[in-house]
């Protein structure tokens, strides 16, 4: 196993377990009698695998070799994987491709709203830090 999928199971076993956390909260908040156990037990498994799959993706931002656009694409198809299939599994969404279509437009503005946040910080980061190296 090379070292990248390596980084992606320690990252995600790290981090996974927010998940059924996140759930749990989440599910406190809606009326027990409207929840079977299975519901319940879905929704535990399913934000464990999503909380997987969030944390070791980042790892796709360190493969070097990589062009950006690729680690970009990597990180965001598996993101926008997990979560859709999360949603859709656990009906947190239904199956409707106007509700898929909507939550598609939001999933992309947050996330390149949050990759441009990264982008800009890291850029004034790095003009202070070469302020002082000047």
Known sequence: MNKYAKEFFHR???????????????????????????????????????????????????????????????????????????YLVNSWIPFDPVVLGIFTGIFVAVYFVVWGVVVLCLRAAGKALNRHIH
């Open 12 to 86: 995600g076993l790290l981090f996974a377990g927010f998940g059924p956390v996140v759930a749990g909260v989440v599910l406190a908040c809606v009326p027990a009698e409207n929840l079977t156990g299975g519901q319940v037990l879905l929704a535990v498994v399913s934000t464990y695998l999503l909380a997987f799959i969030h944390a070791g993706a980042s790892v796709f931002q360190q493969i070097e070799h990589w062009p950006l656009a690729k680690s970009l694409l990597c990180h965001f198809g598996s993101l926008y994987l997990a979560y859709s299939l999360c």
